[in-house]
């Protein structure tokens, strides 16, 4: 009890200096919280959801500190604390930095930052076993709150609609910060990802990639973020996925930078789930040999045992 009474009295000492008109008083503060979460002394704080509480504020505030140094220890301080916050004071921090990431008058590449750095820390399934409780616990978090921020929701009820962090923001265009935290998202928790999840997280970023405006850099996390969704896909799921691609294609209103785009995406799933995918090939590869001008191949024979030909 007097250890825990000391780890208390610091904590609360070290969250006082955070307001210091110092930034070196600051950036040492942080220092030295990173060092009392990192020891095993300050695991009672996923009792103690007051304290809890009280440190995931006191960092969300040093994340808006107008000095990088301050911003960045801040941000390494995430890690070690939400692995000891309870349930509702994550879920909390989820929602506050969320929020964040469609400020207009911030730096919302800070908030996606923590969020990534969040995801990255939280107790996750290991291959091959059961989840643990702590990892079950830790998804419960993010599919209540994170995910339906990223994909934006609605509420009839309520009559009120959050826009998604995937969306375009029309001063903004799209963030490809919000891109990298679905990335992170779905290598961490793929495992546990319903089915529609998977599949309102692929449409969010298919939409970015669809989307002529989007840039080549955007453009680039978004098929990154499609890969690492469809390792989680079910087969139905797949198949629906290679129907709406080809469904894309026939457009009429296909543009060239569409196409081009559509053609990518073909390329980068094709290397990420080649067995997967080898059995829908014969079905997008005429499209793929069109664009290039080659509508007078003769027909390829596929089976498993051709190796899958890269279209990026």
Do not use: W
């Amino acid at each position: 009890m007097a250890d825990r009474q000391a780890v208390q009295q610091n904590l609360s000492g070290l969250l006082s200096k955070l307001d210091d008109a110092d930034p070196d008083m600051r950036y040492m503060s942080l220092n030295d919280l990173y060092g009392v979460l990192s020891n095993s002394n300050s695991a009672y704080l996923a009792h103690d959801q007051f304290s809890a509480t009280r440190l995931a504020e006191g960092l969300l505030k040093a994340l808006d500190d107008q000095h990088g140094d301050v911003q960045n220890q801040a941000l390494k301080c995430l890690g070690p604390l939400v692995v000891r916050l309870p349930f509702e004071s994550l879920r909390m921090l989820l929602e506050k930095l969320s929020t964040l990431t469609t400020s207009q008058t911030i730096d919302t590449s800070v908030p996606n930052t923590a969020l990534r750095v969040i995801v990255t820390a939280l107790p996750r399934p290991q291959p091959g076993q059961p989840p643990s409780q702590d990892a079950t616990t830790a998804y419960s978090a993010v599919s209540a709150v994170l995910i339906p921020r990223l994909i934006g929701s609605s509420s009839v009820r309520r009559g009120s609609v959050t826009k998604g962090m995937l969306e375009k923001d029309p001063a903004k265009g799209f963030s490809s910060d919000a891109i990298d935290v679905v990335i992170q998202v779905a290598s961490c928790f793929g495992t546990l990802l319903k089915d529609e999840e998977l599949t309102a997280l692929e449409k969010a970023v298919m939409s970015i990639i669809d989307n002529d405006t989007a840039g080549t850099v955007v453009t680039k996390r978004a098929l990154a973020a499609v890969s690492a969704l469809i390792l989680h896909f079910s087969d139905s799921q797949f198949g629906t996925f290679v129907n709406e691609l080809v469904g894309k294609f026939n457009s009429p209103q296909l543009s060239t930078v569409h196409r081009r785009h559509l053609i990518a995406a073909v390329g980068s799933i094709t290397r990420t789930v080649p067995a997967k995918f080898g059995p829908h090939l014969p079905t997008l590869v005429p499209f793929i040999f069109s664009t290039l001008g080659e509508d007078d191949l003769q027909p390829i024979q596929f089976n498993h045992s051709h190796s899958i030909p890269s279209v990026a």
